[in-house]
């Protein structure tokens, strides 16, 4: 059978570069849709919104859809400017997709969960795989909730979903939006740009984050991996590297002596803080063999380089 796979919110950060990548790296037909009306950079788009189960079905049906990666969904802080709409579109919007793998016989779906699933007491703010889940955002709360429906769709219906929990996605591209670890990703364009930063998160703030390639990496491998071997059937944790403001100005002065940056927190600080340190990866290493390739001084030369020799204020897509 002829692999056939959709990609929903493509327009996204993750979802532009995992297009790129099966695009490139796999013998299957690729499709892009997204909510907004028309995208030229793919070569195959639809325009769907993930609330509207009809126009899902229909493009399944028309195209023959075997994969979906669904990846449309309203991250943690533009979700606290409107809870229900980020509500109904991370659970209502997964629970189409998932309704529709299960009955059309779609073999394989990717779910994105995230470290914003995460939140009160969190000892060291080192997360296990088994944390107990208590979120502080509508995001968190959306993402720990479809981890759930996504297990429970796989026990009752047996559809062979996967999931990461990723964290703060780093790449150089800047359609990014509403999420608290954007500010990783403005501070090269700025650092590029004016030569000057200032940051909505505190010095010495750190986060879990992870270099885009190495989060495609991740996807890629979780659904290339044999069935036996995906045993959490909620969500990986995954970790690439930590650091927090302060730390990624120090490494982008090595390359830019005269970057300035200054620092004043806003909502995004309490989001920021409720997440954990650290991510504690060893299921997802264990279970596929995963291992990150980049560490925060590599990220930072070659977001640095990429920027330079490719005008991304005017693409959505590499
Ligand atoms: C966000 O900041 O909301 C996202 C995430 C960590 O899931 N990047």
Known sequence: MKKVILITGCCGQVGSQIYNHLVLHQKAKVIASDIKLSANEF?????????????????????EVTEIYHLAAILSSAGENDIERAWKTNINGLLNILNICRDEKVSKLFFPSSIAVFGGE???????????????????????????????????????????????????????????????????????????FSCFLS?????????????????????????????????????GFSFSPQMISAEIKKIIPEFVINYAPDHRQAIADSWPRYINDEEAKKDWNWSHSYNLQLMV??????????DYQNSNIA
């Open 301 to 310: 030369e070659t977001i640095i380089d990429e920027i330079k020799s490719y």
């Open 43 to 63: 070569r195959i788009y639809e325009q769907v919104n993930v609330l509207d189960y009809q126009s899902i079905l229909g493009v399944v049906r028309r195209h």
């Open 122 to 196: 969190i000892k060291n703010k080192i997360a296990k795989q088994t944390q107990v889940l208590t979120p502080t955002t509508m995001y968190g709360v959306s993402k720990a909730a479809g981890e759930n429906l996504c297990n429970y769709y796989f026990h009752k219906f047996a559809v062979d979903v996967r999931s990461i929990r990723y964290p703060g996605i780093i790449g150089p591209q800047l359609n990014i939006g509403g999420g608290t670890t954007d500010y990783a990703v403005e501070i090269f364009h700025s650092a590029l740009g004016s030569g000057k």
């Open 203 to 239: 010095a010495d703030t750190i986060l879990p984050m992870i270099y885009i390639e190495d989060a495609i990496k991740a996807t890629v491998n979780i659904m290339q991996a044999p069935t036996k071997n995906i045993k959490i059937r909620t969500s990986y944790n995954l970790a």
